[in-house]
């Protein structure tokens, strides 16, 4: 199995700057592209960046401009900066990997989720 743990949340002021880490580890061939998606209560979970192996990024328009993916492939993990912060930005922060766990074999995981709270 995999497992990706997130650190790194918590309560900041409006303007302000957090940094999510996610590590995954466990049966672990390959991570073709790890991201950061986000979630309040009663909807969806929505992307809100993602970098492949290979290093391509992709944002969410939200965010663009004031957060940015990162990845170190040796060490499996992913970290997301996330300056000026707006209250509109607090949710639930969810690490995803895609992972190549051998045999061709590519499964979603996900870690259990971070809180993120910016206050006005």
């Known amino acids: 199995q995999v497992q990706l743990v997130e650190s790194g949340g918590g309560l900041v002021q409006a303007g302000g700057s957090l940094r999510l880490s996610c590590a995954a580890s466990?049966?672990?061939?390959?991570?073709?592209?790890m991201g950061w998606y986000r979630q309040a209560p009663g909807k969806q979970r929505e992307l809100v960046a993602t970098?492949?192996?290979?290093?391509?990024?992709d944002y969410d328009d939200s965010v663009k401009g004031r957060f940015t993916i990162s990845r170190d492939n040796l060490k499996n993990t992913v970290a997301l900066q996330m300056n000026s912060l707006k209250p509109e930005d607090t949710d639930i922060y969810y690490c995803?990997?895609?992972?190549?766990?051998?045999?061709?074999?590519?499964?979603?995981?996900w870690g259990q989720g971070t809180q993120v709270t910016v206050s006005s």
């Open positions: 970098i492949t192996f290979v290093g391509s990024t």
């Open positions: 466990g049966s672990i061939f390959s991570i073709r592209a």
């Open positions: 995803n990997g895609v992972v190549d766990i051998g045999w061709g074999r590519i499964n979603d995981f």
